[in-house]
């Protein structure tokens, strides 16, 4: 995923195109438990963003606020200019694919799917029409006429999305529709639901606590926490611009420097280097891959700034985790800072295990974060 990764901009929580839906200072309270506080987001027409979160962060229960399962404390949510929140769900032209697909096991694939529009008495003909449609678009024309048990877990989660689609919603939502599937097949679908919505053209709005699906698919993710958004960004700019601790912590992995800043130098053990922030305590996050090996013929002062905007340091290697093509590797300067650090393993010196090894790293790699205590 590291490898992916690119340099970001700023923090965005406007999409760049035509608004879809409105969520307006919208909050929910069960009796004195506050779930959500005060969520403001912009979605976009035909974007694929991702409300990512550890459990109890109130993702799914906005989920349901946006389905009509649920009505915000506080707060309202439009879409193209009609209020949303106040229509049941059966006006909305939402729809929702939950974690467990609910197929009734004893109707056909096709009429799982054609089950809704059935129930709404529409004509047979269209019924029909709709229904091949669907199935066509999620590659299950095939299993029209199979039962639920006859076919696998990722044709049932196609048969689910098709019952979405052919409603022809203007958003679906899904509520960690591939939890249940292993990890192959997990991978496989996070890829064939991108090129699904690509192709149709509707807005998604995806909930997961998996980080790595969350990169693999969005246009944006907003994480949250604790029923507040910590950050709405592009899975690149949130990995590489990360605005808080508690972001660039539970988006991969890093090593967050408590660092002082005296007169442009920021110092954090015996790592220096210049910063353009105002003096004192300040906090940042350096990725593990952003950190390198370097030649064992270059010096290493390790009590000066850095130079042509790279600093160097020794450390020993105190711990070694193969990964295939990467090793991951906790190192220990003199000083005594611990050091995470992803290096390709072909990179790694013979019996390098407690060996004194020089690293570096750029000193625009190391990204100044708020202390997420400090975000409200």
């Not at 899904?174 to 690509?198: G, T, W, Y």
């Not at 967050?256 to 053990?269: D, K, Y």
Request: charged fraction near 20%; aromatic fraction near 6%; proline fraction near 5%.
């Amino acid at each position: 995923m590291a490898t992916m990764m690119e340099q970001g901009v700023s923090n965005k929580t406007e999409p760049a195109a035509t608004s879809l839906l409105s969520i307006r200072n919208v909050a929910k309270h069960f009796g004195k438990n506050i779930v959500l506080r005060d969520i403001s987001l912009e979605i976009a027409e035909g974007e694929f963003l991702t409300i990512l979160g550890e459990s109890g962060s109130g993702k799914t229960t906005l989920l349901r606020i946006l389905a009509g399962f649920e009505q915000p404390t506080a707060g309202e949510v439009w879409m193209t200019g009609e209020r949303l929140d106040t229509q049941p769900p059966y006006r909305r032209r939402v729809n929702t694919v939950f974690q467990h697909y609910a197929l009734f096991p004893h109707m056909t694939v096709e009429q799982n799917v054609g089950y809704g529009l059935a129930i709404a008495k529409r004509p047979t003909a269209e019924i029909e029409s709709r229904v091949a449609e669907a199935l066509a678009k999620v590659k299950m024309s095939a299993y029209a006429k199979s039962k639920p048990s006859k076919i696998s877990g990722g044709q049932q989660q196609r048969i689910a999305l098709a019952r979405a689609l052919v409603n022809r919603p203007r958003l679906l939502l899904l509520d960690e529709p591939l939890s249940a599937l292993d990890a192959n097949l997990r991978r496989q679908m996070q890829v064939e639901l991108k090129a699904l919505q690509r192709e149709v053209g509707i807005t998604f709005i995806f909930v997961t606590h998996d980080q790595e699906e969350a990169m693999v698919m969005s246009d944006r993710i907003a994480l949250l926490r604790s029923g507040e958004l910590e950050q709405v960004a592009s899975p690149r700019e949130i990995y590489n611009r990360p605005a808080t601790s508690y972001t660039a912590q539970f988006i991969g992995h890093t090593n967050l420097l408590h660092a002082e800043v005296r007169q442009g130098i920021a110092t954090s053990g015996a790592l220096q280097w210049p910063i353009s922030l105002t003096d004192g305590p300040a906090l940042f996050s350096l990725r593990p891959e952003c950190i390198r090996l370097i030649p064992s013929s270059s010096v290493v002062s390790n009590s000066s700034p850095a130079s042509n905007n790279a600093v160097r340091f020794r450390a020993t290697i105190r711990d070694q985790a193969f990964h295939g093509a990467t090793d991951l590797l906790r190192v220990e300067t003199d000083a005594g800072l611990m050091l995470t650090i992803r290096t390709a393993s072909h990179n790694l010196p013979n019996s390098s295990s407690n060996s004194d090894i020089e690293f570096e790293f750029s000193t625009g790699d190391a990204v100044a974060v708020r202390r997420s205590e400090d975000r409200r």
